[in-house]
């Protein structure tokens, strides 16, 4: 999966990709940013990648990509973009390269199947139920989970499981401002429906 690409050279990029079988890596995509490339759709940020490498001097090259899921519907919704941001630079920041994790793989392979399904989703209570899992999964003790309540599931802004995000990293998200931007106004379209969805729900009961 290609979660950070970085232009170096001329026509050449750096690809940041997180693996089934070693984890995080970094590679060098060459001439991957001339109009001539064939590899350029295929190694797309947030790509599901079958890819091969060969050895460099300083680091692998990609020899060749063909992309098995381009998550197209993902990326035609700007919010569930934005919740996808977030996830891949927090790997990015927080995960050694070369350390194999399957848990790892799958929550990104989840979260992006999900997000691609975006209309089935209520967004802000999944981006802070899947904020929650992967602070666990990366061996830090989520105890903000545990004083929040239902009600803040479903409200945008930064919070206290957003802070510790950028306190455990050491590093500022540059996702996170963008993210509660767009969500808070994908919010301020959905919000009257998921009140009006709960006290229907309420009375049924």
Same mark, same amino acid.
């Given at each position: 999966?290609?979660? =950070?690409?970085?232009?170096?050279?001329?026509?050449?990029?750096? %690809?940041? *990709?997180?693996?089934?079988?070693?984890?995080?890596?970094?590679?060098?995509?060459?001439?991957? &940013?001339?109009?001539?490339?064939?590899?350029?759709?295929?190694?797309?940020?947030?790509? &599901? %990648?079958?890819?091969?490498?060969?050895?460099?001097?300083?680091?692998?090259?990609?020899?060749?990509?063909?992309?098995?899921?381009?998550?197209?519907?993902?990326?035609?919704?700007?919010?569930?973009?934005? !919740?996808?941001? *977030?996830?891949?630079?927090? !790997?990015?920041?927080? %995960?050694?390269?070369?350390?194999?994790?399957?848990?790892?793989?799958?929550?990104?392979?989840?979260?992006?199947?999900?997000?691609?399904?975006?209309?089935?989703?209520?967004? !802000?209570?999944?981006?802070?139920? =899947?904020?929650?899992?992967? &602070?666990?999964?990366? $061996?830090?003790?989520? /105890? %903000?989970? /545990?004083?929040?309540?239902?009600?803040?599931?479903?409200?945008? $802004?930064?919070?206290?499981?957003?802070?510790?995000?950028?306190?455990?990293?050491?590093?500022?998200?540059?996702?996170?401002?963008?993210?509660?931007?767009?969500?808070?106004?994908? &919010?301020?379209?959905?919000?009257?429906?998921?009140?009006?969805?709960?006290?229907?729900?309420?009375?049924?009961?």
């Amino acid at each position: 999966m290609v979660i =950070k690409k970085q232009n170096t050279n001329e026509y050449d990029q750096f %690809v940041t *990709f997180y693996t089934e079988e070693f984890g995080k890596l970094t590679a060098i995509a060459k001439s991957i &940013l001339k109009p001539s490339s064939i590899q350029a759709m295929h190694l797309d940020t947030l790509n &599901l %990648v079958e890819f091969e490498l060969i050895n460099g001097r300083a680091m692998p090259i990609v020899a060749g990509a063909q992309a098995a899921n381009c998550h197209r519907e993902l990326k035609n919704s700007i919010p569930a973009l934005a !919740v996808a941001s *977030f996830f891949t630079e927090v !790997v990015d920041k927080m %995960v050694l390269e070369m350390e194999k994790d399957e848990r790892l793989w799958s929550f990104l392979v989840d979260t992006l199947d999900k997000l691609n399904r975006v209309g089935d989703l209520n967004l !802000v209570a999944f981006l802070r139920q =899947k904020q929650f899992y992967l &602070l666990g999964l990366l $061996g830090y003790s989520p /105890q %903000v989970a /545990q004083t929040a309540s239902a009600d803040t599931l479903y409200r945008p $802004g930064r919070s206290a499981i957003d802070d510790a995000f950028e306190y455990n990293s050491g590093f500022r998200l540059k996702s996170l401002n963008f993210m509660h931007s767009v969500l808070s106004l994908y &919010l301020e379209r959905s919000w009257p429906r998921q009140i009006q969805g709960k006290s229907e729900h309420s009375t049924e009961a």
